[in-house]
C-alpha cells in the first residue's frame, strides 16, 4: 500500500488525545447544526410579518428542502467516510479521487433536482391542497429557491469532504458567514428597503440562494489556496465505476433514511392534528425545534465519532476507535441525562419561553415529559450509528430507523385512537426506546469480527 504525504490542511486524527480530538471535530459541527436551525428561524421571524399566509407558504416547502438536504447526504456521507478512511491508510491520492467523485454527484443530483422543481413546482404544491393564492406564492417561492439547489448539494458535499479530512472547522466558518449574509439580506429583499424592491416570499428566497452561494465561493476559494486540500482536485469528472458505487453504497442508506424520516414526521402531524388538533401540531412543531437541541448536539458528537473512527480504523488502530466510542457514549449519557431531567422536570415551563399561552404550554409540557423518557436513547442511537459510519457499515443504522420510524405509523393510531394525542407522543418514545438499544446490541455482537481487522478492499 503506497502512503502519501501529509498535507497541511488534514488533521490526523489517528494521534493525539481522543477527548480533545473528539471535541475539537465535534464542537465546530455542533455549531453548523444551530446555524442551520437559525436559517429557519429567522426566515420565519421576517416572513411572519408579512402575514399567516406568507408562513403557510413557505412553510408548506420547508419539507421539501428537508429532503433535498437527505438527498445532499449521498455525496456528504460519502466525502465523510471514504476520505475519512483513505486519510487513516496514508493514501491521500485515492482521498483525491474520491473528492472529485462525490463532488460530481453532487453536482449531477443538485442540477436535476433544481431544473425538475424550477419547471414543475405544481405537483408538490397541490399535494397541500392550499388555497389558491397561497398555492401561487409557494410555487413562486419554489421556483426561486429551487435555484439554489445545486448550491445546497455543494455546499454539503464540501462540508463532507472537509470532516472527513478532519477539519469541521472549516464547514463552520463558511457556514457561520453565509448566516451573517442572510440575516443582512432576508429584510433588504423581503420588504424592499431603500433601494432594493419589495419582493416577499420570493424574496425571502432570493436572500437564501445568495447566502448559500456565498459558502459555496468560499469553499471554492479555500480549496484553491495553494493548491488546496490533498494538493488540489478536479470538480467534474467523468466517474469511475468502483469509487462511485462505494460512494453510493455508504451514502444511499443514510439519504434514504432521512428521506423517509421526513416523510414519516408529515404523516405523524397529520396524526396529531386528528387527535390534538392545532395544539397537537403545534406541540409536535415547536417541540421538535426545542428537542432539536439535544437532537443536533448528539448528531455533531455521531458527525465526528465516525469521521474519528473511519481514520482510526483504516490506520489499524481499532482500541483507539473504540476508545473513542466509549469516551461518545459517556458524554452523551451525561447530555440525554440532563435533558431527560430538563424536560420531563421542567417541560412547561421551558415551552412557556415560546408560546405563554397556557393551554398551548400546559400541551407542549406533555409531549416534552414524554418525549423526555427516550433521549438517552435516541442519543445512544446517534453515537452508535456514527460508530457503524465509522467502520463503512451504514446499513444497520439504516434499517434500525426506517423499521420502527414505519412502526410509528401504526402505533400513533392505534395509542392516539385510545389515549388521546398524547398516545402520538408515546409512539415516539417507544420507538425511539427499542431503536436505541436493538442498534446498541447489534453493534455488540457484531463488534468483535468487525474490529477484527479493517476491511479496507473498497478504498
Not at 65 to 93: C, H, P, Y
Not at 208 to 236: A, C, D, P, W
Not at 370 to 394: A, K
Request: proline share 3%; hydrophobic share 50%; glycine share 10%.
Amino acid at each position: 500500500m503506497r502512503e502519501q504525504q501529509s498535507n497541511n490542511y488534514v488533521r490526523d486524527l489517528t494521534q493525539g488525545n481522543i477527548t480533545r480530538e473528539l471535541f475539537s471535530l465535534a464542537l465546530p459541527l455542533l455549531a453548523i447544526s444551530f446555524i442551520q436551525m437559525a436559517y429557519n428561524l429567522i426566515d420565519i421571524l421576517w416572513i411572519g410579518r408579512i402575514g399567516s399566509e406568507a408562513v403557510a407558504a413557505v412553510g408548506s416547502i420547508g419539507m421539501l428542502m428537508w429532503m433535498m438536504n437527505s438527498f445532499a447526504l449521498i455525496s456528504k456521507v460519502g466525502a465523510e467516510i471514504t476520505i475519512g478512511q483513505s486519510i487513516g491508510a496514508r493514501r491521500l491520492d485515492k482521498a483525491s479521487i474520491y473528492a472529485s467523485h462525490t463532488t460530481t454527484i453532487a453536482i449531477i443530483l443538485g442540477i436535476a433536482f433544481g431544473v425538475t422543481f424550477f419547471l414543475f413546482p405544481n405537483p408538490y404544491v397541490s399535494f397541500y391542497q392550499l388555497e389558491n393564492d397561497i398555492a401561487a406564492q409557494a410555487e413562486g417561492y419554489l421556483r426561486i429557491i429551487s435555484l439554489g439547489i445545486p448550491f445546497v448539494f455543494l455546499g454539503l458535499n464540501f462540508s463532507g469532504i472537509y470532516i472527513g479530512s478532519g477539519r469541521s472547522d472549516i464547514p463552520f466558518y463558511f457556514n457561520s458567514a453565509g448566516l451573517i449574509i442572510n440575516i443582512i439580506v432576508d429584510p433588504l429583499l423581503i420588504f424592499g428597503i431603500g433601494p432594493f424592491p419589495e419582493m416577499g416570499v420570493k424574496g425571502a428566497a432570493l436572500a437564501t440562494i445568495i447566502s448559500q452561494g456565498v459558502v459555496v465561493f468560499l469553499f471554492i476559494n479555500h480549496l484553491k489556496k495553494e493548491r488546496g486540500l490533498f494538493g488540489g482536485f478536479s470538480y467534474f469528472i467523468r466517474p469511475r465505476k468502483s469509487y462511485t458505487i462505494n460512494i453510493l453504497k455508504l451514502g444511499l442508506p443514510i439519504a434514504a433514511m432521512n428521506v423517509y424520516f421526513a416523510f414519516i414526521n408529515m404523516n405523524l402531524a397529520r396524526i396529531a392534528s386528528l387527535y390534538g388538533g392545532h395544539l397537537g401540531i403545534m406541540s409536535q412543531t415547536t417541540g421538535g425545534q426545542i428537542e432539536g437541541v439535544t437532537w443536533n448536539s448528539s448528531s455533531g458528537f455521531s458527525t465526528a465519532l465516525g469521521s474519528f473512527v473511519a481514520q482510526n480504523y483504516a490506520a489499524g488502530k481499532m482500541n483507539r476507535a473504540k476508545n473513542a466510542f466509549r469516551t461518545t457514549l459517556i458524554l452523551m449519557g451525561i447530555l440525554g441525562g440532563i435533558a431527560s431531567i430538563a424536560f420531563m422536570g421542567y417541560g412547561k415551563e421551558i415551552f412557556s419561553l415560546f408560546v405563554p399561552e397556557k393551554e398551548a404550554y400546559m400541551a407542549g409540557g406533555e409531549y416534552l415529559f414524554v418525549l423526555g423518557i427516550s433521549q438517552l436513547f435516541m442519543m445512544l442511537e446517534l453515537t452508535t450509528q456514527g460508530m457503524f459510519n465509522g467502520l463503512g457499515r451504514t446499513s444497520p443504522p439504516a434499517i434500525i430507523s426506517i423499521v420502527f420510524n414505519t412502526l410509528r405509523i401504526p402505533l400513533a393510531i392505534f395509542l392516539g385512537s385510545r389515549i388521546g394525542v398524547t398516545g402520538v407522543w408515546w409512539a415516539i418514545t417507544i420507538t425511539s426506546i427499542f431503536k436505541g438499544s436493538i442498534l446498541f446490541i447489534w453493534y455488540l455482537l457484531l463488534k468483535r469480527r468487525v474490529l477484527k481487522e479493517p476491511n479496507l478492499s473498497s478504498i
